[in-house]
């Protein structure tokens, strides 16, 4: 059976939906208009988005590759896609409904086009250098949920200073190993902490929560239903309609009351934490 999960198609969400409000006033006063900060290039000659494209080419196929973003981003993205296979599928929210839907319609595509594979979720505006362990880290992630198809694997990051503005985990108990990798249980979550409970979580080894996941298709589809019943709901109707000619005005449709809800992961249960 390890084997045979070992050979399974491998897929990358990539959440660039957001229109970055809480930096906005920075960047417009930095470029002189409003450019939500995916789009931005703060270092090189590559924007955030398209260095993670560049992470995510590096893990699974590139054709292998859903993009989520807004409907006003289409100017962007004709400046930013390279124009070839590479740039895998790209789909526009009419309008956006926070997190869950962000992360849920793509899966919508995923799992009508390969329920059987897993999907790894990397938000488009983290900076990371270097990127060699961490897309290492992801490839060992990919491995584990492959072989326990029932869990998600949430990634962790070791905090460098005490940052209120993030979420955090603590590790739990070892669940197993996977080729030298420790997976442990999720014990607890904290969402932007205040001061004293911050300095409690760093003493207690707790992890900033980047928003890595990694999951069996199937089983993050399950933890929606779970989850955002109401946000599958509306999806699966989409699901029935993928590459028929009613697709885009059935998008159209269940986003006229999609309901603005975030994908809370400490809520859906059974998942250890990296």
Same mark, same amino acid.
Request: net charge neutral.
């Given at each position: ?53 560049? #992470? %995510?080419?590096?893990?699974? +196929?590139? $054709? ?7 409907? @006003? !981003? ?68 990919? #491995? %584990?949920?492959?072989?326990? +198809?029932? $869990? ?7 905090? @460098? !200073? ?113």
């Amino acid at each position: 059976m390890g084997m045979q999960n070992r050979s399974s198609s491998r897929w990358s969400i990539v959440l660039a939906g957001g229109d970055g409000a809480r930096l906005q006033p920075s960047i417009q006063k930095w470029l002189g208009y409003p450019l939500p900060k995916q789009y931005c290039t703060f270092t090189g000659t590559r924007s955030m988005l398209q260095h993670t494209w560049g #992470r %995510a080419n590096r893990i699974v +196929r590139p $054709r292998h590759k859903v993009t989520v973003m807004g409907s @006003t !981003h289409q100017h962007q993205s004709i400046a930013h896609c390279p124009g070839h296979s590479e740039e895998g599928t790209l789909l526009f929210q009419p309008r956006n409904c926070d997190t869950a839907p962000g992360v849920f319609l793509p899966l919508t595509y995923v799992h009508a086009w390969d329920p059987q594979s897993v999907v790894v979720i990397f938000p488009s505006d983290h900076f990371i250098f270097p990127e060699a362990h961490f897309v290492e880290t992801v490839r060992r992630a990919i #491995r %584990a949920a492959e072989l326990w +198809r029932d $869990r998600m694997i949430l990634l962790g990051v070791r905090p @460098t !200073h005490l940052e209120l503005d993030y979420g955090w985990i603590v590790p739990g108990g070892i669940a197993g190993w996977s080729e030298g990798s420790c997976i442990r249980h999720l014990q607890e979550f904290v969402e932007k902490p205040q001061s004293l409970e911050g300095e409690r979580l760093m003493n207690q080894g707790a992890l900033w929560i980047p928003l890595v996941l990694v999951a069996p298709v199937e089983t993050l589809w399950n933890a929606g239903w779970d989850c955002v019943p109401a946000v599958m709901e509306r999806l699966s109707y989409l699901e029935h309609s993928i590459g028929t000619p009613a697709e885009s005005a059935v998008l159209q449709t269940i986003y006229r009351d999609m309901p603005t809800t975030t994908f809370l992961v400490r809520s859906c249960s059974r998942l250890p934490g990296d």
